[in-house]
């Protein structure tokens, strides 16, 4: 979580570094209750369509037991496997901090979690959204490499102010990225993971484009922050994924600056097109339909 415009630092009762006790034995059962409710809808739904990274993280981490997750509890299992670690934070933080945080391999999560009338719809991500959606893929080896990679090249962004650019990889990639695989596409992104209808949206619906993942088209493709996606951009492999974004973005930044958006739904005939969609869904106005991004 990020976001820009904060000028007062951490609010009362958070470090320098933004993070706070997750106070889980203050957690009411009601809560507990929310969090076994949207585990148990999106475990049921997921067995083949999110990738198998994130079903070997789910299984290695036990997020159901008794409702949300203890971060000490997941931190022990998770350091041992990849070296990362979940703390706990007050909601969106700023972008340096964030970029601090993945640059040392903790994954700052909110530990609020939504209202039961909520379960489809929220706009501020939850603890769901951030540990269920995140974390299991930072089980990984190598999709954990990734996100370590990608908070030391937001300092650099940071630095050069093209923080716009690297922002929609994150977004097409880390929130809302599809993989091929054998048996054919499969979710990654902790956006569409978390989010009951969009696990559905992003693999089944005709409105969505579904365009072969490419760096620089990546970074020139803005995207919607309220409703399902327009495009969803498709890596190989999670290796493939590491490899193509493990370089000097300088250059590629000096590109970009002279370059213009594209437009969020065209299609371009540099693309590897996977599917193209009728857009009927954006075009009739869409609704809220993602839970958390």
């Not at 999560?109 to 995140?134: M, N, S, T, W």
């Not at 990546?218 to 190989?236: G, L, W």
């Amino acid at each position: 979580m990020s976001a820009d415009g904060f000028s007062s630092g951490p609010p009362p009762g958070a470090a320098a570094d933004w993070t706070i006790d997750q106070g889980w034995e203050s957690y009411a059962q009601a809560e507990h209750d929310v969090w076994m409710t949207l585990y148990e809808r999106q475990t049921a739904l997921l067995p083949g369509r999110a990738c198998d990274a994130f079903l070997r993280g789910l299984d290695a981490l036990d997020l159901h037991r008794s409702g949300i997750p203890d971060f000490k509890r997941i931190n022990e299992e998770l350091q041992r496997l990849t070296g990362w670690s979940v703390v706990a934070v007050p909601g969106l933080v700023p972008d340096d901090v964030f970029f601090d945080h993945l640059a040392n391999r903790r994954f700052p999560a909110g530990q609020f979690i939504r209202k039961p009338h909520e379960l489809d719809y929220l706009q501020e991500p939850d603890v769901f959204h951030d540990v269920f959606g995140h974390v299991p893929m930072l089980t990984d080896p190598t999709f954990a490499d990734y996100m370590q990679a990608y908070g030391r090249g937001g300092q650099r962004a940071l630095e050069l102010g093209r923080l716009a650019n690297l922002a929609r990889l994150y977004w097409y990639t880390v929130e809302f990225g599809l993989m091929e695989t054998p048996e054919g596409l499969r979710i990654y992104g902790a956006g569409i993971v978390s989010s009951h209808a969009e696990s559905i949206f992003a693999l089944d619906a005709p409105s969505p484009n579904r365009i072969g993942f490419d760096l620089e088209r990546v970074m020139r493709t803005p995207y919607r922050i309220d409703d399902f996606q327009q495009v969803y951009f498709v890596i190989p492999s999670i290796q493939t994924l590491q490899e193509v974004t493990l370089r000097d973005f300088g250059p590629l930044y000096d590109r970009l600056a002279g370059a213009s958006d594209l437009g969020i739904a065209e299609i371009t005939g540099a693309d590897r097109v996977i599917t193209i969609g009728t857009q009927a869904y954006a075009k009739t106005g869409g609704r809220l339909a993602s839970a958390g991004g």
